[in-house]
């Protein structure tokens, strides 16, 4: 039912409540007023569940992948460290530099 | 030393100065920071665009919650000045306004907390995003990462890295195919000696 079908039925509910006794006219009255603030209090639902179908990947597993990747790449970096000292020493020895 | 050794020194050149990231790669993956920051100005935007306009139909909306709450309080006030209605009567009457006033509450704190999801699910995007160039920013480090192994060519030969020497090499090359003088002369130029 669109908000404009809804408007309609509320319309059609409320001329039906006319030749009622006052109390019984009033109550109807205010549940039908409760009826619009509930379709007031649903103005952001369609944006909300919108938003809340976007499924997005862990947090922790993206974390844990940079953390293992930046592990990996200065591990790395180190072993051409070590290899460049080993290899300069090399050199040294064998009187290349 | 002898041409040997020489021999395996120069494949040893070759392959370091073959094993680099492409430059075009390299660049890429620093345009991929720009980019991707500019994915995070543009959902930043969005996201601010949507709340403040969530903001202003709460507003609204509370707004006419709040209309229907007055009618409804003036429409029981007029019905209990009738003096005519039983105990019973305004006893319905009452908790018929209770209940109003009730639902009043519930959908305003509702809108709230659909105001409060929306801005959670767009901040949540956000850090994403953020997220996401940080995955990318690891994986430069390691696209960047052989200026490391340009750091052997560095100790090693003195170069100011993998591009000199490629020029080195292509200059020196086609003089060692020359002859063992002009072996020896580029030797000594590489400042490499025999023990």
Redesign the interface.
């Known amino acids: 039912m669109t908000k404009q079908e809804l408007d309609e039925k509320i319309e059609e509910l409320e001329q039906a409540l006319e030749g009622l006794p ?2 019984q006219k ?2 109807n ?3 039908i ?2 009826l ?3 379709i ?6 369609d ?2 569940e919108k ?2 179908t ?1 499924s ?2 862990e ?1 922790n597993d ?2 844990a ?2 953390e293992a ?2 592990d ?2 200065q591990a ?2 180190k072993r ?2 070590a ?2 000292k080993v ?2 020493f090399i ?1 040294g020895r ?4 | ?1 002898n041409t040997k ?1 020489i021999g395996g ?1 120069l494949i040893l050149l070759i392959t370091l100065s073959a094993c680099g990231t492409p430059y075009q790669v390299k660049k890429l993956s620093v345009k991929q920071n720009d980019y991707l920051d500019a994915a995070i100005e543009a959902t930043a935007i969005q996201s601010e665009a ?1 709340v403040l306009a ?1 903001e202003k ?2 507003l ?3 707004e ?2 709040d209309q ?2 007055k ?2 309080t003036e ?2 006030s ?2 209990l000045a ?1 003096e005519t ?1 039983s105990a019973e ?1 305004v006893s ?2 009452l908790t ?2 209770a ?2 006033m009730e ?2 509450n ?3 704190i ?2 709230l907390e ?2 409060a ?2 801005r959670e ?2 901040q ?2 956000q ?2 995003l953020k ?1 996401l160039k ?2 990318h920013v ?2 430069d ?2 696209i960047q ?1 052989e200026k ?2 340009e ?2 060519v560095n ?2 030969l003195n170069l100011p890295g993998i591009e000199a020497l490629v020029q080195q090499m292509n200059n020196r090359i086609p003089t060692l195919t020359n002859g063992l003088n002009q072996l020896n002369q580029t030797i000594e130029s590489l ?3 025999n ?1």
């Open positions: 006052p109390l009033t109550l009255e205010s549940k007023g409760q619009k603030m509930q007031q209090g649903m103005t952001l639902s944006i909300k938003l809340e976007i997005l990947p947090k993206i974390e992948n940079i990747a930046t990996a790449t790395q970096n051409v460290d290899f460049n290899y300069g050199k064998l009187g290349l530099g | 030393m050794t020194f949507l969530s139909l709460v609204q909306a509370t006419r919650i229907l709450a009618e409804d429409r029981f007029t019905l009738d209605l009567e319905q009457a018929q306004y209940a109003s639902t009043a519930r959908n305003k509702k809108l659909d105001l999801t929306i699910q767009s949540e995007l850090e994403y997220q940080q995955v690891a994986l480090a390691y990462s490391a192994g750091a052997v100790d090693v400042g490499v000696t023990d």
